[in-house]
């Protein structure tokens, strides 16, 4: 004796690109269930009854019975396939409910700001210059690992990232950048962003006070205040953390964010004297710095600023680096340098946290050092840099037609054209936004009153012929007569 079957089981079904007759039935019964449309205990036809009526084969039918048996939303025995007993939710949440629910209190110290996709727009700081890597030497070292690499080496690795990128990135480091290191110091992250929150997580508590500087780099403040840390910012001058007695004796920090050989954004050199006072005082304060050494690899008169935490035996430093400037931002490989005393006591909870990132592009980027090929990248690369940075340099000078004072010193990617108090650095970026332009502005980088205006100006992913027009642009913004 034939069941009756439910009306919604009956609608016809129709072959449909991406979409098998299987999944369209599974979906009709499953969203069915869910929407109350099939009451719990409702018997659904036999399979065989309700192939004939849909005009199916019998499998398809007995397929998705099974998977809908395997998920729960239905029961089978002697008596046939019913509908399973769930418990529905009364109504289903919409976007104000799940708005309203509480979320951690961290995020309240992080304030609304719109998100604008810059992408890779000329004048964008931090970006390099993307059509200018060597993307045929890099396929190399990736063709080199995946036609080499035993299947062992698929899986998961040493929770510190791959060995032997570390032990060359520990000489490279020792030769360029002055630090002590050997590779068993090295943590390979994705990025100086996750070294950041790593450095929170693992050497401070909340309610620990956290120096930063100001102006300074908003990623370091973002990592702080998710370590609900009191974020504390700390005047920057032509030397760079400019930190008074008064801060040490009244709010003693735990952590110490600095950019010492190039900060950022004001490209300022911590003098030797501050590198070592904030070293001593750090000391007897137990204080670990922080030293972010983004774009040391980019010096364009003399010999690089060495590294501040090359400069003493067991320096309460630690180290940052990555490939974001140097290679491209999407390769997403950066590192920290612990000191030595630190790396016993932190392991186990590194190798809880960490899985060791992406085996493969490390072992290519180890691959591409050794082939020579990011040593003469980085040539190029200063080469090219500081041809633009004179030519940007230039540009607004002309533009202005007067001497200008430009902030940025001789390194990096970018350069801080100070603005007049009355000027709206912010109105001005968001113009040259919509002109096809990206710097950033100025006063955004401060946490504290009175803010300097000013444009930070990236030069990396800029063609001449863009840095002349983005000048031009500027000049008519700014009623310049260039």
Known sequence: MKSVIPPL???PLRSAAGT???????????????????????????????????????????NVWTQLQAEGYLMSDRQGSRISSLALPARQ?????????????????????????????????????????????WRRALSQVTHHTPPQLLGYGDPLGDPELRAVLAQQLRITRGVRCDAGQIVITEGVQQALTLCVALLSNPGDHGWIEDPGYRGAKAALQGGELNVIPISTDHQGLAPQPIHWEQ??????????????????VMSASRRLALIAA????????IEDDYDGDF????????????????APVIYLGSFSKTLFPALRIGFMVLPAPLVKRLRPALHQILRGGNRLEQQ?????????????HLGKMRRLYRQRQALLRTGLQRAAGQAISLLGGNSGMHLVLPLEPHRDDVAI?????????????????????????????????????????ATGQLSRLLGWPG
């Open 429 to 469: 970026t968001r113009k040259l936004h919509q002109a096809g332009y990206a710097p950033g502005a100025l006063s955004t980088f401060y946490l504290t009153e009175p803010v300097q205006q000013g444009l930070v100006i990236g030069y990396g992913n800029c063609r001449d012929t863009q840095i002349t027009a």
């Open 251 to 268: 709010t003693p920090p735990r952590l110490i964010y600095t950019t010492p050989t190039h900060q950022y954004p004001t490209g300022a």
């Open 93 to 137: 949440a919409d976007d104000d409910t799940l708005a309203s629910w509480p979320l951690a209190k961290r995020i309240d110290a992080f304030h609304p700001g719109q998100w604008i996709d810059t992408g890779s727009l000329p004048l964008r700081p931090g970006i390099p210059a993307l059509n200018h890597f060597p993307m045929a030497a």
């Open 20 to 62: 098998t007759l299987q999944q369209q039935l599974y979906q009709r019964i499953k969203q069915g269930i869910l929407q109350g449309q099939l009451a719990a205990g409702t018997v659904l036809p036999a399979t065989r009854q309700l192939a004939h009526e849909l005009q199916v084969s019998r499998n398809t039918v007995l």
């Open 364 to 376: 290519a980027l180890t691959r591409f050092i050794l082939n020579g090929d990011y040593r003469r």
């Open 9 to 11: 089981l009956l609608a």
């Open 282 to 289: 750090a000391q007897q304060h137990q204080a670990w710095i």
């Open 299 to 314: 010096h364009y008169h003399g010999e690089p600023i060495m590294a501040m935490q090359g400069m003493t035996d067991n």
